[in-house]
């Protein structure tokens, strides 16, 4: 569909073009040039349904898309009162592009320099992106949407609150011609549907947060975030999302009980500190990594056998109970284990247990079934086997040591020939 047969009040090109003097250039902007090492890059990353990379800085507050190797797009989230390290980048980045603004700016300067613009909208957002104490995460934040579309390739669009804080806090930068036009047409239709409010639950992200004494629960996002997050004596359960990330965060005192029926589950780089654990997997690729799990339970944790991949590695378990697991898929596991027990487990595998370190651990009624892979380079100290059945192929390499292998045994399962 051709962009200018969908704009509503699409103006002259000429009369847009003198507002920015010819000096708008957003194609080589760089993260690194303007915040330095404080930045994370993303080599696969989506934004409007489009495949790209990305640079992002304070999660994804600031968003340097790119679809290609130009930057197409720049994306400023909840630039507002508390953070001013956060403000002072973003106008940064606005007089790199040569846009003449700053965050913090009025919607009369805006329609002033601009005129009317091409679509006015408004989007639900998480209260807490723009307030960052005090906040129910659950609360949503009206944002009103200024488009205004510059070229066919060129689109910005302010988001100023609808209330309180009536100052530009959101800007969106477009200089792509499919994806102005995607992003338009999507808009402009829902707009002429009726619907007053855009729908913003594709993100949910906590981000530099503390939260105590919450309870977290039914949340219908596309991705949820947890990042540098402190969470103490809450519940968290019933995540409904595609993407849900754990990274450099702190959990104490936390229940779990979530079923991730798809896509992707991490946690990264976390300490997590009596915590329960009752989660499930569908058809999730897991990836489990440098996490320390102090005094925690693990109970009723399931994978379906569907999962598309299962990786812990370089974790860390102190003082841990595993009980009534079913872990049946593909992966690799590579962890430490110190202390505590795990009872009533059944482990079907399809990928090698591999360089493990088990110290002082009580393992009861657990069967071990390893399809075509082996069980390798382990090392157990101190373990005791009460009714432990391993079936597969054990490599001479593991090592016993101080063990009662009494309650251990062992079927070799032949490997078939490549």
């Known amino acids: 569909m051709n962009i200018y047969a969908i704009s509503l009040t699409f103006k002259p090109l000429y009369l847009r073009k003198t507002t920015l003097g010819g000096k708008m250039n957003i194609n080589n902007l760089s993260l690194q040039k303007v915040v330095g090492n404080d930045w994370r890059y993303y080599p696969d990353f989506q934004y409007a349904d489009f495949s790209g990379k990305a640079e992002l800085h304070k999660a994804d507050r600031i968003i340097l898309f790119r679809k290609e190797n130009d930057v197409s797009v720049i994306s400023l989230q909840a630039v507002g009162l508390c953070d001013k390290d956060l403000i002072r980048t ?80 959101d800007l969106e930068i477009v200089n792509d011609y499919q994806m102005v036009s995607a992003i338009m047409e999507k808009r402009i239709a829902h707009k002429k549907s009726g619907n007053e409010i855009f729908p913003c639950n594709d993100r949910l992200r906590f981000i530099h947060q503390t939260i105590t004494n919450r309870l977290i629960e039914d949340i ?49 780089s976390c300490i997590f500190k009596n915590c329960i654990f009752h989660d499930t997997f569908g058809s999730v690729y897991l990836f489990i990594c440098d996490n320390i799990f102090e005094d925690c339970l693990f109970e009723g944790i399931r994978t379906s056998g569907k999962t598309e991949g299962a990786f ?96 251990l045994t062992y079927y070799k399962k032949r490997l078939e020939e490549s």
């Open 90 to 169: 973003a106008d940064k980045i606005l007089m790199e592009v040569g846009l003449d603004l700053r965050m913090g700016d009025s919607r009369n300067k805006i329609v002033k320099k601009f005129g009317t613009p091409d679509l006015i909208d408004c989007i639900e957002e998480g209260y807490f992106r723009y307030f960052d104490y005090n906040y129910e995460f659950t609360d949503k934040y009206l944002i009103t949407r200024y488009h205004y579309l510059l070229a066919p390739n060129l689109l910005l669009c302010f988001g100023i609150p609808k209330e309180q804080y009536q100052k530009l806090t």
């Open 220 to 268: 219908h996002s596309k991705i949820v975030y947890f990042f540098k997050t402190d969470i103490k004596d809450c519940n968290i359960k019933e995540i409904y999302s595609e993407t849900t990330e754990f990274e450099d965060c702190v959990f104490e005192h936390i229940e779990f009980m979530n079923h991730y029926r798809k896509g992707y589950f991490s946690m990264r």
């Open 312 to 407: 812990l590695l370089d974790n860390t378990f102190k003082n841990c109970i595993f009980r009534d697991m079913t872990w049946v898929g593909y992966g690799l596991y590579s962890s430490k284990v110190s202390g505590g027990k795990m009872k009533q487990i059944h482990y079907h595998e399809y990928k090698e247990i591999y360089d493990n370190q088990f110290f002082d651990v009580q393992m009861e009624d657990i069967e071990i079934e390893m399809e075509d892979y082996i069980f390798l380079k382990n090392k157990l100290y101190s373990v005791t086997f009460s009714n432990v059945i391993l079936k597969g192929q054990m490599e001479k390499n593991n090592k016993f040591k101080h063990c009662d292998t009494s309650g």
